[in-house]
């Protein structure tokens, strides 16, 4: 088995910016290093080259655009993330929607650039969807507990359940992650247990007082 994959969003968060990005990256590279398990960082793109150049965890993008060099202006070129450093993107936000055709041509830039992909859905049917596209992930967050510190993995454990179900019917390499309102160890093992790889979360980490004592925490169970 892989080996377990946290993947904390910074989003816009003001906390997750400037010296709190890089004391969160700090803090996932000591927690990684004891747990084993995978933390990755996806912060906003400005911080992506720094925290890839100064830290040993893979950085991800929150968003990566379908287009590819040329006449595009305000666009997130995939080749820019990459060549800043980002391992993977995420695609697909729920506060960052495409169009399926979107998607598909995102993952698919994705692929072509070694860039690891983890496309976000908010149900099993979408799920389902976004595992017939191929990506590396697929994460599922329903949209009402994201920030709500509200844990999916509490509230609506059949979201996850049918979920898994769904993406391994479909595409059993994709591997399945799961997010919202995470905030510790027990969330995390109710997600594994539960057939996932991971979690992709935000808040519980990002606006801490003490953000390696939750990474910890999150780990604690694994
Ligand atoms: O990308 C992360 C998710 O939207 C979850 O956010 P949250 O952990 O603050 O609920």
Redesign the pocket.
């Known amino acids: 088995m892989d080996s377990p994959f946290i993947l904390v969003?910074l989003?816009t968060y003001q906390e997750g910016m400037g010296h709190n990005a890089r004391r969160i990256a700090v803090a996932a590279e000591t927690v990684s290093r004891e747990s084993g398990a995978v933390i990755g960082i996806?912060p906003i793109f400005t911080e992506i080259r720094p925290l890839s150049q100064h830290h040993a965890i893979p950085v991800y993008a929150q968003h990566i655009d379908a287009i590819t060099p040329g006449a595009h202006t305000g666009h997130i070129l995939p080749e820019a993330v990459r060549s800043a450093g980002a391992s993977g993107t995420?695609i697909n936000?729920?506060?960052r929607r495409l169009t399926l055709a979107d998607i598909d041509a995102c993952i698919q830039a994705a692929r072509r650039l070694n860039l690891e992909s983890v496309v976000?859905t908010n149900n099993d049917a979408t799920s389902a969807a976004a595992a017939a596209l191929k990506p590396d992930y697929v994460a599922v967050?329903p949209p009402e507990?994201?920030?709500?510190g509200v844990s999916v993995s509490k509230a609506d454990p059949g979201v996850i359940e049918r979920s898994v179900n769904a993406v391994r019917a479909v595409n059993p390499d994709v591997k399945v992650l799961t997010?919202?309102?995470?905030?510790s160890g027990e969330c995390v093992k109710i997600a594994i247990d539960l057939g996932t790889c991971g979690v992709?979360?935000?808040?519980?980490v990002?606006k801490a007082e003490d953000p390696e004592a939750v990474l910890r925490d999150l780990v604690s169970l694994l």
């Open positions: 969003n989003k996806a995420l936000h729920s506060e976000c967050e507990l994201i920030g709500s997010g919202a309102g995470i905030q992709l979360l935000a808040s519980s990002v």
